[in-house]
């Protein structure tokens, strides 16, 4: 929100006015999901055929243990719970007449690809009917997802299907957050939190299913996790333990691919409802893809009657808080213009209650319009979608091996999750999607999402991989072996840490072993672990604790000027780290009051969850026996711990007023929401880089040159002082 980039509502709005309407063209009748086409289906086995239509015969509802007294008690606990409807829904999702064939199916093989359109029910319903069929022989269903939001929303989901409490029978487990119990049988869990407990228990004992679902996201966690189930599965029939059965799971993926990795697994088809949707492309190529969405959206809402909902595609919060209001301000203006709109923001960092209203029901009359990132493309389904809008964009994380570094940015989707994002329009009825792209343009798109093992700093996988006892890292069973430079790239970061030793193989020292013990990137890690040679353990939690949850500010633009200056005393001339640590500390001796988290425009929810985390991460070194001691006001001590981990992300400034990257030697600059963004230090850390028109710098401190030299004296070469 602080972005210059995208401010200023009321250009907007006059921009908007101005604007000619843009044209599509209609390209195909019909969206298919990809490479589960009719050819494939013939060699594959299919389970189930309900295309565009509901079940005829559904086997009559059976009265089973879920409506005993026992659930019914948990179900009102869990709050409007209404278990017969609840069940009646379950018995309507496409998945529903498989159950039998596909339970029966699972039980006999050892591992099992299941491809299926969003909404038919596998991420829900394939758990509880193992469960129910006593496929798990009474270990437990661990089903791994790449979204904390995804694994939370679902599991409160299963929770009331089955008529439990959450956390019983149905729990989740996500990073600093583990809502389970010794009953729990079904466990949703981010598939960075069971590659973590796998470095624990690298045969994960505790499980007889393990299911990877949206597999074809291919995140960095959970392409390593199918290295480390298969070889946990192989090692197990090894060892004659009990069998370890693997389900991986996806709305649409390369199945050859998976299933040549996976020892030639069946791929089991469970076929959706998925209705036609027509697609238009762009006529022109569109250079400001959130105009072109805003006016594409106002030209078919114009038009079109009421309760036919909008989805409109676009990369990240910023730009859609922005995207958001800039919809309520120009429909203010057009009142009488087609129906009543109700916007709704969805990413993965709002605040829960408002992600939920997504998924309320549109008042009769009026349209809902979703301004969403790509967790609407197949991780939660919404109800009421007729009208697509993909922008054709999506925020990746890109890698450069040269410097080392990740870095965020606004790249074009692949044609797959370009189909995804169409086949939002049709799981109801029929629909419509329009791109903000040409046909030309789409036909350049990459077939398929390159996965984020392929693009992403790997040290942090490295790292894990070690803590398993894999140190034959380059001969690692990955189902896309990263390339050589990147994995050295890791290694060296890894060892400029002095997370690892180089000489006869690579191995965790045992500063290494400590930083696998922490939840965090392996930079943050090790400034925790240097802050205890630095006395400053206390301070250095609350700052690592705030930058592991989203912005603890909260700045509403129509009372942006008052929130800044609200806020203006606890900013810190010596950058961000420490204005964090002022926001900790003020919000501490308050003791976490309401108000004053409202009347100082703090996010009262990150706060909460940065003391959790903070509580966690204390946790971890009372264990570790690291003495927890505050520095006082003492903050350089603080700045130089952090140089001590972030080295590497390093920006000096130049004659010209500019920062250079110490790393890669390009220039970036002060994102505008940070505390330094009016200075100029000679020096600065920084945690993240996004690039935008410029390459930003965010969460910054202000640094001394001689701190990153003793640092990493390999890393670095000191200038030779020029004459004069
Ligand atoms: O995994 P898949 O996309 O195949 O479907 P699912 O996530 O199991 O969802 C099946 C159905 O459950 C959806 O169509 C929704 O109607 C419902 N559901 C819901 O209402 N709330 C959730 N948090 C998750 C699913
Ligand atoms: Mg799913």
Redesign the pocket.
Known sequence: LDHPEFKCSNGWLDHFKDRHNITFKKICGEAKSVDVNSEAMNDWWKISHIKGKMPSEEPPFKKKKLSSQHSHSHASQNGFVNTHKLQQ??RK?P?FPAKHKLTQQIRSLDTAIVI???????????PQFLHEAGVHRGSIIAVTQPRRVAAI??S??VAQESGTLLGHLVGYSVRFEDVTSESTKIKYMTDGMLLRESTLDPLMKRYSIIVL?EAHERTIHTDVLFGVVKKAQRDRKKKGLKPLKIIV?S?TMDVDHFSNYFNKAPVLY?E?RQYPVQVYYSTTSQSDYVMAAVVTLFQLHRDQPPNQDVLIFMTGQEEIESTVRCIRDISKDMVGEGPPLVVCPLYAALPSHLQLKV?NKTPQGSRKVIVATNIAE????I?GIKFVIDTGVVKAKLYNPNSGLDLLKVVRISKAQALQRTGRAG?ESSGTCYRIYTEEEFDSFKKNTVPEILRCNLSSVVLQLLALGISDIVNFDFMDKPSMESLIGAVHQLHSLGAVTKEDCIKLTPLGKQMVSFPLDPRLSKTVLIAKDNHCLEEILSIVSMLSVDSVMFTPQSKREEALETRKKFISSDGDHVTYLNIYRAYKSVRGNKEWCHENFINLRNMKLALEVRKQLRGICVKLELPIESCGQDTSVLRKCLAFGFFMNAAELQKEGEFISLSSRKPVSIHPSSSLFMCKPAYVIYNELIQTTKCYMRDLSVVDPDWLYEAAPHYFRKKKPKPG
């Open positions: 829904e379950r999702l998945i299926g359109e969003t909404g038919s029910g596998k991420t829900t319903q394939i929303t679902v409160q989901r679902d799971m709305a469970l959706g998924f197949t991780s939660v389904t109800h799981r």
